[in-house]
């Protein structure tokens, strides 16, 4: 392969671009063609001219938005290789959440990849990460410090459902992100053999009834809006965040408030959440797999962006690579919540 | 050490009182001697293994870890133990687990020289959790929000048969690692047998007059009037059985001397005797003393901010000693040398008390002297008139009673004197706790002064107490729909509602921004019919300072 693929793309205030495809990666605001990596917020925002992504970004962005918020969709499944301007592009799971890709874009200077957010770890509820060799590589770096580790996902679950049996009085609360987290988290819980119902605020109802209609089970849910305070006593409750730190969260009964994310690795910070158990689940991957993800791609050049750049950047410079720091606006996240 | 680390991150993680309880006791229940013991010492502080200090351990990380990458992710994380915790680096070595107790008798037998060494090769040995546990081991200070007090009620709720009062009694005279205070509490063998003459006692302690008078619906400062206290004391109480006297502002303190040495301890039996070797050297006579630490010049008692100078300090120096000179004014006598006076009455140990001032003729220490009085209405001026600094107010103590552990109903009442107050207004709201964590229930509130450009406020205390459950959900109401910006957890507000702030006293403080501190403030009333600017002045406040 060439090393040159440098040249597909650039940085322009709406983003990530590719001149010689004419289309923008996860834009921050509308283009005329978008590909995107998934459907979180902060990478599938309304008002593109065409949308191009997998038919599940595709679903959970025409949930989230509504149909008329682009004016096509256009659908690419996974290794499906579409010819755009000068190039190819196709798309590799990335195991972030239901429907995630990488975009690879490949021509005759060479294969770039844009990773969007990635995970490596086992997730019940999308398809594994694919490692794919290229000459360029943009990755994430949300957990990007040798401070981040996630440890296996059973072992927190364990400890949630430890917890339900010391407390059987009171309401456990998890405050999730209404796409990805909540679902995989569901799932996990009954992996580990949680039968019972799971109750659910208002608003992270209509993505997980999608993934169950994209086919991922999720088992018996019920509305935490409606129920009954003493019947959720002793049972699992999903909520956002902003719900358990405000008024919504007086409905539950003497509620253990537990979060699920890759930040409650660190105690001062779950502390100051006010969580009472924290649970370290990420759907990013962890500093060793960032790493490790950087040398299996055999990508000469790193480019780091969404998250604590300068320490992966570092990394990758004293194993001999190029890489650099990409500055995206409305992309800086650090410390204040887990981006999406 | 993995018990241990999954304590510590369950009391990390716990905010209500009851919820450590059932925490700690789980623990102590389900860990073997003498891990629990050590465990134990390690919440009580009562583990000394300070050889090793964080700059070590910084340079153990430094030898593993990218300097680079470990100065970002200390930028980050912000704690040293829990960012060496984090960073070092999993080696995969699987030994047999490390006993919390192995790791205890390493680092007590190690010298400075080898003690680096082997923690490194305990951390190879550990997950992140328990590598975090073992730092602060080592380094000493939990931080995990456990008292000696909660330990030992956790261990007073193993037992039927023994209470925390049993537990104080000894507590002083058990080493760690505890068996023998542990076989007691399971009921495998009686109460340790220990050396108690410089044993703590436990203190005993006054309810507020309030609480004998009004019911609990009434207790709040702000319904009450000084007339009514006084009518219904008149009724319940009768002046004869009492003996008044000055509540001295200062510490309660113990203070013990034997032939085998002296012992200083606060009101829940911390032993501060190292901050003030001036009273430790002074202390030549045999008994034991219940009496108010003080600061004292000439006779005089110095207002608490001049004792807070000397409190809690590792190392005193010569000038602290002689411009803050501490000082014991005595209310009562436990022991007279060795004999136990506590279960005679008041006024025999007070007789008792005086001949022995006569006897021992101490220094640093003298009489608290009673408050003659005939009638409540007397003693109510008498009280009134005090407004020395060092006063708090007046102890009514049954001339009857013996010296009791604990805090019993009936024999000793505190009569504080009025709380002073201020008019200020709310600025910042945070949510509370627990119960309160989806209320904003902790409150910053300010006094005005004047700016280059006008008026502004600026804070001069912080109020979690004082209001009803109903006020307090419409403080929450208030604070949701007059938010001006939020940082984290906290949100400020319109200067706009004012609240009535009851104090005991203002002390000047280099600390705070205002450059004073209030004490004990807490809400006696919310103005919601007062205009903020009609609120006090920071001159106000500081013209209230103890002089
Ligand atoms: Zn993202
Ligand atoms: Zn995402």
Redesign the pocket.
Do not use: M, P
């Given at each position: 392969m060439s090393v040159d693929a440098n040249g597909y793309l650039t940085l322009n205030d709406a983003g990530l671009y590719c001149p010689a495809g004419d289309f923008h990666i996860d834009p921050l605001r509308p283009v005329a063609r978008a590909v995107v990596t998934h459907g979180?917020g902060?990478?599938c925002r309304p008002g593109m001219g065409k949308l191009l992504c997998t038919p599940q970004t595709a679903a959970i962005a025409r949930v989230r938005y509504g149909e008329t918020a682009f004016g096509q969709i256009e659908t690419l499944a996974l290794g499906e290789v579409l010819r755009l301007g000068e190039v190819s592009i196709w798309l590799a799971p990335a195991g972030h959440v239901l429907g995630s890709a990488q975009v690879v874009i490949e021509g005759k200077h060479g294969r770039a990849v844009v990773s969007?957010?990635y995970k490596r770890r086992f997730d019940p509820t999308c398809a594994p990460f694919e490692p794919v060799a290229c000459d360029l590589f943009v990755t994430?770096a949300?957990f990007g410090l040798p401070v981040f580790t996630h440890p296996p996902i059973e072992g927190e679950i364990g400890r949630l459902l430890a917890s339900l049996a010391t407390f059987p009085e009171r309401a456990h609360a998890v405050s999730v992100y209404p796409l990805g987290k909540c679902q995989r988290l569901i799932a996990e819980l009954r992996r580990a053999g949680w039968e019972a119902p799971i109750y659910l605020h208002g608003s992270l109802r209509k993505l997980t009834d999608l993934y169950e209609q994209l086919g991922v089970a999720m088992g018996p849910k019920l509305d935490a809006t409606a129920a009954r305070k003493e019947e959720m006593a002793g049972q699992i409750v999903l909520a956002p965040a902003s719900a358990l730190r405000d008024t919504w969260a007086r409905r539950l009964p003497d509620p253990v408030i537990c979060a699920a994310s890759g930040w409650m690795r660190v105690r001062q910070r779950a502390r100051q959440g006010g969580v009472e158990l924290p649970m370290v689940i990420s759907d990013h991957a962890d500093w060793g797999e960032l790493c490790a993800t950087i040398l299996e791609t055999g990508a000469q050049t790193t480019w780091v962006t969404?998250g604590a750049e300068d320490g992966l950047v570092h990394w990758a410079r004293t194993q001999g690579l190029t890489a650099e720091a990409l500055a995206i606006a409305g992309r800086e996240n650090g410390a204040e919540g887990e981006?999406? | 050490m993995t018990p241990f680390a999954r304590l510590l991150c369950a009391l990390v993680f716990t905010a209500s009182r009851n919820a450590k309880l059932r925490v700690l006791r789980r623990y102590f229940e389900a860990t073997p001697d003498p891990d629990r013991g050590w465990a134990l010492a390690a919440l009580c502080g009562k583990l000394d293994l300070r050889s090793v200090k964080p700059a070590v351990i910084r340079a153990l990380v430094e030898e593993r870890v990218d300097p680079v990458l470990f100065r970002l992710s200390y930028d980050f994380v912000g704690d040293l133990a829990e960012t060496v915790a984090l960073i070092w680096p999993d080696t995969g070595a699987k030994g047999a687990p490390l006993l919390l107790s192995e790791a205890v008798d390493a680092l007590r037998a190690a010298g400075r020289q080898e003690a680096p060494a082997l923690l490194a090769r305990m951390l190879d040995r550990l997950p992140a959790d328990e590598r975090f546990a073992l730092i602060k081991l080592a380094t000493g200070g939990m931080r995990v929000g456990v008292s000696e007090r909660l330990a030992k009620t956790a261990l007073a709720q193993m037992s039927a048969d023994v209470s925390l009062e049993d537990i104080e009694a000894l507590w002083h005279g058990l080493e760690p690692p505890y068996v023998p205070l542990f076989a007691w509490l399971e009921g495998r063998a009686g109460a340790p047998s220990v050396d108690l003459a410089l044993a703590f006692r436990p203190m005993m302690l006054a309810h507020p007059i309030e609480a004998a008078l009004y019911s609990a619906g009434e207790q709040r400062e702000n319904t009450q009037g000084e007339a009514l206290t006084l009518a219904r004391m008149a009724e319940r109480l009768s002046p004869a059985d009492f003996i008044a006297e000055w509540k001295w502002d200062g510490i309660r303190v113990q203070a013990i001397a034997t032939p085998s040495g002296q012992r200083l301890y606060s009101r829940t039996g911390e032993e501060i005797g190292g901050a003030f070797p001036d009273l430790l050297a002074a202390m030549r006579w045999r008994g034991a003393v219940d009496g108010e630490l003080l600061v004292m010049r000439d006779g005089e008692p110095a207002p608490f901010a001049d004792l807070q100078k000397r409190l809690g300090r590792k190392a005193v120096s010569a000038r602290m000693l002689r411009e803050f000179p501490a000082h014991i004014r005595a209310y009562d006598l436990l022991h007279d040398g060795e004999r136990d006076l506590r279960d005679l009455p008041l006024a025999e140990r007070q007789a008792r008390l005086q001949d022995w001032l006569a006897r021992e003729t101490p220094v640093r220490l003298d009489l608290s002297p009673p408050v003659p009085f005939e009638s409540w209405e007397g003693l109510g001026q008498i009280r009134a008139g005090a407004r020395a600094a060092a006063q708090e107010g007046l102890m009514l103590k049954r001339r009857d009673a013996p010296y009791v552990g604990g805090r019993p109903m009936g024999p000793w009442f505190k009569w504080k004197r009025d709380p002073l107050s201020a008019d200020c207004v709310l600025m910042y709201a945070q949510r509370g706790h627990g119960k309160r964590s989806s209320f904003y229930s902790d409150y910053t509130f300010g006094a005005w002064t004047l700016g280059e450009d006008g008026p502004r406020l600026t804070p001069v205390g912080k109020a979690y107490s004082g209001y009803t459950d109903d006020e307090l959900k419409e403080l929450d109401r208030w604070i949701r729909a007059h938010t001006t910006d939020r940082f984290g957890p906290v949100r400020a507000v319109e200067p706009a509602l004012v609240f009535e702030v009851a104090f005991d006293a203002v002390q000047r403080s280099s600390r705070h921004k205002s450059g004073i501190a209030m004490r004990f403030p807490r809400i006696k009333r919310i103005r919601w019919d007062k205009p903020a600017h009609e609120a006090d002045r920071l001159d106000t406040l500081e013209a209230m300072i103890a002089q």
């Open positions: 979180h902060d990478h969007g957010d994430e949300t969404h981006a999406e | -």
